[in-house]
């Protein structure tokens, strides 16, 4: 089902910068997937109740996970890559196992996704 609601995507030259936002009040989990045409979902980004944020290595020193608010997660995402292009999803759980790819989080609440295109 879909709880949650992404925004922020879009078209952008390959270098170029996006910020994808997401309401996600109340929980203690949160974070992105994607998952590019043709290939499985992969985690991007997660945070937990505390603060503590983790990547995948291939968005590493790249993007960034953080919320404002307390009410909505945002991932920005500098020196996008063709090989970025993908449909973007928000996730949240209320859940103390918090760790990309943890089985709670993919469990939990997702958004219906947001497109990111980059062209070289």
């Known amino acids: 089902q879909v709880q949650l609601q992404e925004s922020g995507g879009g078209s952008v030259r390959s270098g170029g910068s996006l910020r994808l936002s997401c309401v996600a009040s109340?929980?203690?989990?949160m974070g992105w997937f994607r998952q590019p045409p043709g290939r499985g979902r992969e985690g991007v980004a997660v945070?937990?109740?505390?603060?503590?944020r983790n990547y995948a290595q291939f968005v590493m020193d790249r993007f960034t996970n953080y919320q404002d608010m307390a009410k909505t997660l945002y991932l920005r995402m500098n020196d996008l890559q063709p090989e970025d292009s993908a449909m973007y999803y928000c996730?949240?759980?209320?859940?103390?196992?918090?760790?990309?790819?943890?089985?709670?989080?993919?469990?939990?609440?997702w958004g219906q996704g947001t497109q990111v295109t980059v062209s070289s």
């Open positions: 996730a949240a759980v209320r859940s103390d196992l918090c760790y990309l790819g943890s089985p709670s989080l993919t469990s939990g609440d």
């Open positions: 109340g929980y203690t989990c």
């Open positions: 945070i937990d109740h505390a603060g503590v």
